[in-house]
């Protein structure tokens, strides 16, 4: 949304919509029309209710990727319930202890030049946000002559609550978005509860997971002061963090010190109470 605000083009496409959460979002950040897509039958439907007084949001059924076709759709059950709805995806999930395919289902994918090429979307856009559980790459794949000045993908390494090992490395995307004019970009990366951002660089270990946002070259340098903000004010709050834990750590020690203090009296008294008791039985 930051990012928006100092582009000229506000016109959005927003791969694996969901039920319109970004959606909602990047409108009241001010964009002027969203392009959004949605192959799930459920969130299909929860989109239509939510944007059917919107005329910004156009909104497609299909999937995207790299071919254009009939694909299935795996649906996937997140059994910790940390995901409220099912999981859908084009790349097939590995079932473990969390996560469980609960079927599939066959639906339309396009891929973005197609849409192009059939007038469906425009040629040049302001934002490209892709969250296709796994198959961001593909969208990538299947732009073509789309021009973007922001680009997001979804990143991540192993976890195992969300399918396994990883269906891309985010170097290889890298090599292939600096060849389409993008050579910035900038990595919110996420581990536990803490949030890291990285400019130009993208190593992911395992446990960790984020989005990459690629800049593309003609659009850099008026982006670049927010950028530097953005991330200025995640290494503050990373500071903060440090300072909270800090300070909780070094409460605890006070309390659990106290506690070394007060024992052999709490133990006396503790006996004292019990033999009382048997006194009494």
């Known amino acids: 949304t930051k990012l928006l605000t100092s582009l000229e083009n506000k ?24 392009y959004a897509f949605e192959p799930f039958p459920d969130s299909v439907s929860a989109l239509r209710a939510a944007f059917a007084e919107t005329p910004a949001i156009k909104l497609f059924d299909l999937a995207v990727g790299a071919h254009d076709g009939r694909v299935p759709l795996y649906v996937v059950e997140d059994e910790t319930r940390r995901h409220r709805d099912a999981l859908p995806s084009l790349a097939p999930f590995e079932e473990g202890p969390t996560l469980g395919r609960i079927g599939e289902i066959a639906v339309e994918c396009r891929t973005l030049a197609s849409l192009l090429d059939e007038g469906s979307i425009p040629p040049e856009v302001g934002m490209l946000k892709v969250d296709a559980e796994r198959s961001d790459f593909a969208v990538l794949q299947g732009m073509g002559p789309l021009l973007s000045a922001v680009v997001m993908i979804q990143c991540r390494d192993d976890l195992a609550e969300t399918g396994g090992t990883a269906t891309y490395q985010v170097d290889e995307v890298v090599r292939f978005m600096a060849d389409r004019g993008y050579a910035n970009s900038v990595l919110v990366k996420r581990r536990d509860r803490f949030e890291m951002l990285y400019i130009n660089n993208v190593q992911i270990a395992p446990g960790e997971w984020g989005t990459v946002t690629f800049i593309h070259d003609t659009v850099f340098p008026q982006l670049a002061a927010t950028i530097f903000a953005v991330v200025a004010a995640a290494q503050q709050r990373l500071v903060d963090q440090a300072i909270y834990f800090a300070g909780e750590a070094e409460r605890r020690l006070d309390v659990s010190e106290g506690i070394e203090e007060l024992r052999p009296r709490e133990v006396d008294v503790a006996v004292a109470t019990r033999l009382e008791v048997l006194e009494e039985q």
């Open 11 to 34: 016109t959005v496409i927003d791969v694996g919509a969901g039920r319109g959460r970004f959606a909602r979002a990047i409108l009241e950040a001010g964009a002027e029309a969203v």
